[in-house]
């Protein structure tokens, strides 16, 4: 039996035009998302996030243009199926009130039909994923939770069903810088285990740089530059881009991208402090400044040195090639 091999891309937008009378709120956006991989949407308020990212499960209908997922052009999935199939968590995370949270959680799998002992573990599963206890957390209703609980708990719903492809809008929105972090690094976790393809919406640059393989900058309804956030660092397309990602602190940005393990030098004998190798080039910039150290051993998990790095070798690092 031959099997046709998986697209590369999961998701394909092309020539995509959203309109609202003689408004152009999406303007001939072509794009590409690679399977597996975070792709985060920034740009101004109204410049057309949300409808791009919302014509993809069909919640707004396309006025010209195609979008395929997983190979399949999105117009010849009826929509009900597509939006089962695709995972979407909103700000607000939207969860029913009157469901408790392991019934919020199961919605799409009992759409789907799963029996009750299949979503029974889905539900435990995620609310470990999440770190929420299920004997406290799965019979409580959505107003006996905090917000970041809520938020939490609408994310997990969004992956209820084991989507392939999750689209999320502003999902951490509400939440504090702590909690957000946190949530960040529970979803960059989580994509790690499944595999899942992403696109996110979100204002917060420091978001969009944490998360994004590839960052989309859009203006007015156009895709002004769509690139990995390096490139938009150190290449960005258009004035707007550059003014979006701010100028300032362009070098720490950069550095935060470039993982200490793969810039640093030799073992150095006799050096007395050391880094994870885990951290990023910015992370162990600060902890010398910090610690008052002009150079450190490198050292991986098990505390084992595996490297050195100098200030002076960081400090080249951070400069524009
Ligand atoms: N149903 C609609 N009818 C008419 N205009 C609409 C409709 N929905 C959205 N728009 C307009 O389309 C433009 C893009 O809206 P959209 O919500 O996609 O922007 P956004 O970039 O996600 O904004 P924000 O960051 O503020 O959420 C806005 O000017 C908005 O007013």
């Given amino acids: ?3 046709t091999p998986a697209t590369e891309n999961m998701i394909e937008l092309r020539n995509v035009t959203k309109r609202y009378g003689a408004a ?25 996030k949300s409808t791009l990212m919302r014509m993809i499960n069909r919640l707004v209908p396309i006025t010209s243009g195609h979008i395929s997922v997983d190979g399949k052009d999105v117009m010849d999935v009826p929509a009900t199926e597509l939006r089962r199939s695709i995972g979407y968590a909103i700000q ?5 009130p009157h469901r408790t949270v392991a019934q919020n959680i199961a919605t799409v799998p009992q759409l789907l039909g799963w029996d ?39 994310v997990a719903r969004a992956l209820a069903a084991e989507p392939e492809v999750l689209l999320m809008d502003e999902p951490f929105g509400a939440l504090d810088p702590v909690i957000r972090g946190k949530a960040q690094d529970d979803l960059l976790a989580i994509q790690r285990q499944f ?19 590839l960052i989309a900058v859009m203006s ?10 390096e490139k938009i660092l150190t290449e960005p397309a258009d004035p707007f881009v550059q003014q979006l990602t701010g100028t300032s602190d362009r070098a720490l ?6 993982p200490l393990k793969e810039s640093m030098q030799p073992i150095k004998p006799g050096l007395t402090y050391g880094l994870s190798e885990t951290l990023n080039l910015r992370d162990a910039l600060a902890e010398m400044i910090w610690q008052g150290v002009d ?27």
Avoid: W
């Fill in 92 to 96: 607000g995370h939207g969860l029913f």
């Fill in 1 to 3: 039996m031959t099997t």
């Fill in 116 to 154: 009750k002992a299949r979503m029974d573990r889905r539900v435990e599963e995620l609310l470990a994923l999440f770190r929420l206890d299920a004997a406290t957390f799965a019979d409580k209703y959505p107003h006996q939770l905090s917000g970041g609980q809520q938020q939490r708990v609408g």
């Fill in 253 to 258: 940005k950069l550095m935060s991208l470039l």
């Fill in 195 to 213: 595999g899942t393809t992403i696109i996110l919406v979100t204002h917060d640059m420091d978001e969009a740089f944490h998360l994004g393989d």
């Fill in 24 to 48: 152009t709120v999406v303007d001939d956006v072509t794009m590409s998302v690679r399977r597996g991989s975070i792709t985060v949407i920034v740009g101004t308020s109204g410049s057309g």
């Fill in 295 to 321: 150079e450190v051993a490198v050292e991986n998990t098990a505390k084992a040195p595996v490297g050195s790095i100098s200030m002076e070798r960081l400090l080249q690092l951070g400069k524009r090639s």
């Fill in 220 to 229: 007015e309804g156009k895709l002004l530059q769509c690139s990995t956030p």
